[in-house]
Structure formats: structure tokens, C-alpha cells
């Protein structure tokens, strides 16, 4: 996951994509590591390759899908509130 970090603060998004990915495949119940490729993918206009990482961590967890409108602010997301909505669409509904 560090190595993905590094190659995406170097510019190169395939070689993060690709370290992201393996990371996953590590450790496939982090579900930490699978919400930063999400963000990572959504944030370069890659959301239909993301909602299905999005869907599987939401129905891990539903507390990241909380966390998730907090990210613009941070600037860890776009401030697009179209694009919340379309990841959000993908959360389990709260009963």
C-alpha cells in the first residue's frame, strides 16, 4: 500500500493501481486497504471500476460509507456531490 502511495506521489498511476491491488490481495479482509483504491479510483474519474471495491467495503463495514462525504473537506476526494452520491448509491440502506 505504501509502495502504491509513493508511485501515485510520483505520478505513476498505473504502477499504484497495480501496488494497491496487490496489497488487497495480501491481506483481503483489510478492508482499509480496499477503501483507499476506491477513493484512489474514483479520484481519477474511474468510479464504475470503483463502486464494486465501494460496495464490498460498505457492506464490510457501513461506517466507511459515514466517513466517505467527510473526504472532499480533506481534500482525499473531489468535492463533487454527484460523485458521493453515485458511490453512496452502492451502500447498504440503513433500516
Excluded at 500500500?1 to 494497491?20: S, T, V
Aim: aromatic letters at 8%; zero cysteines; glycine letters at 4%.
Amino acid at each position: 500500500m505504501n509502495r502504491g502511495d509513493e508511485y501515485l506521489a510520483q505520478g505513476d498511476i498505473e504502477g499504484a493501481l497495480k501496488e494497491y491491488s496487490t496489497a488487497e490481495k495480501l491481506t483481503p479482509d483489510n478492508m482499509e486497504m480496499v477503501f483507499w483504491h476506491a477513493v484512489t479510483l474514483a479520484s481519477l474519474e474511474r468510479v464504475e471500476v470503483s463502486l464494486p471495491l465501494f460496495k464490498k467495503v460498505f457492506d464490510a463495514n457501513y461506517n466507511w460509507a459515514i466517513l466517505l462525504p467527510r473526504l472532499p473537506k480533506s481534500g482525499l476526494l473531489p468535492d463533487k456531490p454527484e460523485l458521493i452520491s453515485r458511490i453512496l448509491a452502492v451502500a447498504p440502506k440503513k433500516k
